[in-house]
C-alpha cells in the first residue's frame, strides 16, 4: 500500500520513490522499482498485477516490467486509472517490479511551483494475484 496509516511499501522500495506524505506515493525519476518476496504462489503459472494510480503529473507513458521482462506499456495513463498486466510467476518467488516513466519532470522545471522532484505518477497500491 502506498497510502494511510497501514501503508507498508517503504520495505519493498529499491529506489525511484518520494518521500512518505498523507496522500498516495510519488514515483521520483524516470524509474520506480520494488522487491517482493512472494509465497503462496504456484510457480510458473500466470500472475496477475495490479496497478491504481491516484494522479498522474503532466502527461506520462509508461513500461512496466517483472523481473526484467515488459509486461504492459502505454503511451498515457489517466488519473485514477486501473491498470492490470499479466506474467508469468518465477520459480524463485522473487519479484522485481519496475515502473519506467520517460516524461517524468519537476513541478519546477515547467514553472508550476518550487518542487525540484521530477514525479510521474502518484500510486495508490500495487497488487500480485494468481
Avoid at 41 to 63: G, H, P, R, T
Amino acid at each position: 500500500m502506498f497510502r494511510s496509516e497501514n501503508r507498508n511499501s517503504e520495505q519493498y522500495t529499491i529506489n525511484g520513490f518520494s518521500y512518505r506524505e498523507d496522500e498516495p506515493t510519488w514515483t521520483e525519476g524516470n524509474e520506480a522499482s520494488l522487491f517482493v518476496y512472494a509465497n503462496g504462489f504456484d510457480i510458473n503459472a500466470e500472475a496477475k498485477i495490479v496497478l491504481d494510480i491516484a494522479d498522474v503529473y503532466n502527461k506520462q507513458s509508461i513500461k512496466l516490467l517483472v523481473n526484467g521482462q515488459e509486461i504492459y506499456q502505454a503511451e498515457s495513463v489517466s488519473e485514477g486509472e486501473h491498470i492490470e498486466a499479466v506474467f508469468d510467476f518465477p520459480d524463485t518467488n522473487m519479484i522485481t517490479i519496475s515502473i519506467l516513466l520517460d516524461d517524468a519532470i519537476s513541478p519546477f522545471d515547467i514553472g508550476e511551483g518550487r518542487d525540484l522532484r521530477e514525479l510521474g505518477i502518484q500510486l495508490e497500491k500495487i497488487c500480485i494475484y494468481q
